[in-house]
């Protein structure tokens, strides 16, 4: 199809082509920067914990009286095993997506000249090992005497596990066994799990690269009370949690459950990215508001041009076009003009990720999401514009004979 | 001459419902979703304690080892235990208050209910008349309280109504953490958002206050953020005299023209904790009023913030938009507005009565508009965030959007009533 035609009646109605193209232009931007924020939150979504989550629950309680009496845990831990499908329960000072328990500074030598980062230092007895199902892929488990008592917070020094993210952070292609890390305590390592993620993946300054940055200390069942980590089947977890809640609130009664964190692994990862999801959607939301917004423009400013062609028209169809040389002439019009606008989108897009990256955490906006946000504007366009073209085409060749 | 136009733009908007329809609904989609995130940014950037916040301000030093020192950095942003409390000893400031984030257990003694947990705050005597706390009975404690670390407490109205229902609970016990506390004061409904004096979120609830002296007697857990930066290993975090930043420290001044006075006095502190070998870098200090420290920490959420440049994006496409269907709507009368220009309407007079009309669509757009920010609104109060509560409009933010509209579609109308204006007399009288 000859083009010419097209710019030479383009050239004559310059403001509405332009208008045009700017709206094509500025939905474009906003399209490919949105686009790239919800592929950003599905990535957080997707993050690892490094657990079964569905086999895995929490028992939390917010503190009391005598909470550190040596008989408390043997009560809560006495109760939680006697319930029938419970596979193992022990002590843990947190868990992935529980509450921030332990993140410290931890730097890799005495004098604190190298800096490994913020990490989250997990306390686990050795039954809380078993529920949480950790074992390491490299390097060897804990012995029995790993598991200390704990003066403070943390043991003075302990053997530790790191995740293999973590390992490969602070060691870069070497053998991280054996190597030492210093936090509150001096610690070497002596097993690598796969994953472990830290208690708020992706939250942190290094984002979504630091989720697995956890590290699992040892310590034995009395070191510390007051939050549990406890393990069955999936199928049955739902009615062991049930019964757990029911039988530490019996075991004791001067202790005040935390129920905002009693509850499975996989439920407290719902909420953890609950926020995520939501601000996904309402992107989502934004993209399809832009997209209705920019296909009524369309739809307005075409069929203002089919109405104040309508003489023209009719002459073309007189003089011999077909009803499809008409349908094609605005489909033609169309693509040009989202062409138009899409080429000076994508350069907007690029302005925009560049204005987010200043504001926000944010990554380079990847240059595959420009055709795909091309791809999905010049789609909308030729929709948009299929119902003038078609009411165009059908003007019969008789207006032609017609005044105005 | 207005009221003609009008009518004139109402006639218009009759003729030509579908494309009326649209713009209306483009303007209100554009201004639903700008008011809504604007109101949810301007609820959480709001001031909290607007009468004294230029007077207030929070102090921060510099306490860390000079390891990694770079001049000008921002310092810890909280204090020492050992600097806040020589601090408040010092007394440079008509008002001055140390506090930290705890929480506990609270057990009711004569009620049936059962043992529950409450957020609490430990502070020094200064806190009540310093942050304007309003007290429902009795009052704040005394600063010879916090020396002799009295057993006192003052409790939230909430918790009051809980353990002692309409009574007065001042006079009484509060049994915290198994500790019994005198309760001498109860405060009226309080809650300003964000909670400025210690930023750890939105909608965090703090039942309980007592001296933190005696917080301190009484070992009681402390919650918030807490550094330790020593070269030692720091077995007790909240001794007086460890490494470990986790105190706020709030001051009033009479003005704010004696703040530059009082950040001398903190550089001098400074200073002569380095003479005295306790701090190891140069005075690196930092007084900021509440606005200025609320900005400092960012406490607009980054989705929030996001969430506004994405909808002033969209507003303006529907702008752009809106500025094509008037074009489109102006020209198709072309005709007509020939017809006026030739029975002698000026050139602005057909700019002014095009102007009237885009005024019209946008003050329709506004009211959906408005109906859709009401919405989404609501929607965002459904969400899991901790502000979500917040989110309501208030009269200035319902004015600005019948602002925002009629600005909008003016401007959109610009352009569209320029053209509409060239439109010369007698050549559309002669195609007719």
New interface residues.
């Given amino acids: 199809m000859d083009i010419k035609p097209i710019l030479s009646a383009l050239r004559r109605h310059r ?2 082509a332009a ?2 193209t ?2 094509i232009a ?2 474009c ?2 399209l490919c920067n ?1 686009f790239f ?1 919800i592929n950003n939150r599905q990535e957080l979504m997707r993050i690892v914990s490094g657990v079964d989550e569905s086999a895995t629950g929490v028992i939390a309680l ?5 909470c550190g009496n040596a008989d408390f845990n043997a009560r809560v831990l006495g109760a939680l095993r006697a319930i029938p499908g419970l596979r193992a329960a022990g002590t843990a000072n947190s868990t992935p997506f529980g509450p921030r328990a332990g993140y410290m ?1 931890a730097s890799l030598d005495r ?3 190298h800096w490994a980062g913020v990490l989250h230092f997990y306390l686990f007895d050795a039954a809380a090992i078993e529920a949480l199902d950790l074992h390491p892929v490299q390097g060897s488990p804990f012995a029995s005497d790993d598991f200390q008592p704990v ?2 917070f943390i043991p ?1 020094e302990a053997p530790v596990w790191v995740t293999r993210a973590l390992a490969e952070h602070l060691w870069p292609g070497e053998n991280p066994l054996g190597r030492e890390l210093w936090s ?2 001096h610690f070497r390592v002596t097993g690598v799990v796969e994953n472990f993620a830290v208690t708020s993946p992706g939250r942190s300054e290094e984002g979504v690269a630091g989720a697995q940055w956890s590290v699992i200390v040892p310590v034995r069942d009395d070191a510390q009370s007051g939050s549990y980590v406890l393990r069955a089947d999936a199928l049955d977890l739902p009615r062991v949690m049930q019964a757990a809640r029911e039988a530490v609130a019996r075991a004791v009664p ?3 459950l ?1 129920l905002q964190q009693s509850r499975e692994l996989s439920e407290l990862r719902e ?1 953890y990215f ?2 995520d999801r ?2 996904a959607w ?2 989502i939301g ?1 993209i399809a ?2 997209l ?3 296909a ?2 369309i ?3 075409a ?2 041009w089919v ?2 062609r309508t003489r023209q028209i009719g002459v073309r169809r007189a003089l011999g076009a077909t009803r499809s040389d008409i349908l094609r002439y605005f489909q033609t019009e169309n693509f040009l003009l989202a062409s138009m606008g899409i080429a000076l989108g994508m350069g907007l897009a690029y302005g ?1 990720n560049l204005l ?1 990256m200043r ?3 944010l990554a380079r906006l990847p240059l595959a999401y420009l055709p795909a946000g091309a791809c999905l504007l010049w789609l909308i366009g030729q929709i948009a514009v299929l119902g003038p073209a078609l009411r165009a085409a059908a003007i019969p060749p008789a207006t032609a004979t017609r005044s ?1 | 001459m207005f009221a003609y136009y009008l009518s004139l733009a109402l006639r218009s908007f009759r003729r030509n419902k579908v494309l009326t329809a649209l713009m209306v609904l483009a303007i209100a989609l554009g201004i639903g979703a700008t008011m809504t995130t604007l109101t949810v940014f301007h609820v959480l950037s709001g001031d909290p304690i607007p009468q004294k916040s230029a007077r207030l301000f929070y102090v921060q030093l510099d306490p860390q080892t000079r390891e990694g020192y770079q001049p000008g950095e921002e310092p810890e942003w909280q204090l020492t235990r050992y600097d806040a409390e020589e601090l408040l000893r010092q007394k440079r400031a008509p008002r001055q208050a140390l506090m930290t984030g705890g929480g506990g257990i609270v057990e009711p003694r004569d009620t049936g209910l059962k043992p529950f947990s409450v957020g609490a705050r430990y502070a020094s005597a200064d806190f009540f008349p310093m942050f304007d706390t309003p007290f429902l009975h009795g009052s704040g404690w005394t600063t010879a309280e916090d020396v002799s670390h009295a057993r006192v407490a003052v409790i939230s109205r909430a918790l009051n109504e809980k353990l002692f229902g309409e009574s007065s609970g001042v006079g009484r016990e509060v049994r915290f953490d198994g500790n019994a506390l005198h309760v001498v004061g109860v405060l009226d409904t309080w809650n300003p958002q964000p909670l400025f004096y210690d930023l750890r979120g939105y909608d965090r609830q703090e039942d309980v206050f007592i001296p933190f002296s005696t917080s301190r007697d009484l070992k009681l857990d402390r919650r918030g953020t807490m550094n330790c930066f020593g070269r030692e290993i720091v077995n007790d975090q909240t001794a007086l005299n460890v490494p470990c930043a986790w105190i706020q420290y709030w001051v009033e001044l009479d003005s704010p023209a004696d703040a530059p006075a009082f950040k001398a006095y903190l550089d001098n502190y400074s200073e002569q904790q380095r003479a005295a070998g306790r701090f190891e870098r140069p005075a690196n200090t930092r007084l900021r009023d509440v606005m200025t420290w609320l900005d400092h920490r960012g406490v607009v959420p980054g989705d929030v913030r996001l969430q506004m440049w994405l909808a002033f994006g969209f507003l303006l496409v529907c702008l752009v938009n809106t500025v094509g269907l008037l074009l489109a709507k102006f020209l198709r009368r072309s005709g007509e507005i020939g017809v006026r220009r030739a029975l002698g309407a000026s050139r602005a007079e057909i700019f002014r009565q095009c102007l009237v009309e885009a005024g019209a669509i946008g003050l329709a757009g506004g009211v959906l508009g408005l109906l859709l920010a009401l919405g989404g609104l609501w929607v965002v109060r459904q969400r899991p965030a901790d502000y979500a509560s917040l989110a309501h409009l208030d009269g200035s933010m319902l004015l600005l959007t019948f602002a925002l509209a009629l600005i909008a579609s003016l401007l959109a109308g610009v352009l569209p009533a320029w053209r509409a204006m060239q439109v010369p007399p007698a050549l559309q009288l002669k195609s007719q």
């Avoid at chain 1, 917010?62 to 005598?66: D, Y």
Wanted: net charge negative; hydrophobic share 50%.
């Fill in positions: 403001v509405a208008l045009i700017l709206e500025l939905a931007a906003v949105a924020l917010s503190g009391c009286e005598g500074g004098e604190e000249q003066e403070n003075t509150g305590g001067e202790a005040v935390d909420r609950r926020s939501a601000m309402l992107l934004v508001a832009m209705l917004v920019t009524l423009g739809i307005g400013l069929s203002f109405q104040q925009g987010l504001h926000f955490e105005a």
